[in-house]
């Protein structure tokens, strides 16, 4: 018969440490190879939001345990997407500073 060649998916929650429209610094406890692209599926509001990105570089972390930060790149994303990822930015962003009296 040969060989049968597949694939497998697997699925992890990784944490985002920011995310603009060009793409997205995720913290990991694997590596992922550079140049690797991915299916991501951003944070929603009761919905995921689905993205195309491509692996640009990776870090390991100093520390007790194994972290990783992944830089990613969005590959074209889509005219929702792109509102999605803007409504995200708009959560993460720090409070503005009140002005000194």
């Given at each position: 018969m040969?060989?049968?060649?597949?694939?497998?998916?697997?699925?992890?929650?990784?944490?985002?440490?920011?995310?603009?429209?060009?793409?997205?610094?995720?913290?990991?406890?694997?590596?992922?190879?550079?140049?690797?692209?991915?299916?991501?599926?951003?944070?929603?509001d009761?919905?995921?939001?689905?993205?195309?990105?491509?692996?640009?570089?990776?870090?390991?972390?100093?520390?007790?345990?194994?972290?990783?930060?992944?830089?990613?790149?969005?590959?074209?994303?889509?005219?929702?997407?792109?509102?999605?990822?803007?409504?995200?930015?708009?959560?993460?962003?720090?409070?503005?500073?009140?002005?000194?009296?």
């Open positions: 040969g060989q049968l060649w597949g694939a497998l998916e697997t699925v992890e929650s990784l944490r985002m440490r920011n995310v603009s429209q060009g793409g997205a610094l995720l913290e990991s406890r694997f590596a992922l190879a550079v140049d690797s692209v991915h299916r991501v599926r951003l944070p929603a009761g919905q995921g939001c689905d993205v195309q990105a491509r692996v640009r570089h990776v870090e390991q972390v100093p520390g007790p345990s194994p972290r990783f930060e992944i830089g990613l790149e969005f590959i074209s994303p889509a005219a929702d997407t792109a509102a999605h990822i803007d409504a995200l930015m708009q959560r993460s962003a720090p409070a503005p500073l009140e002005p000194a009296r």
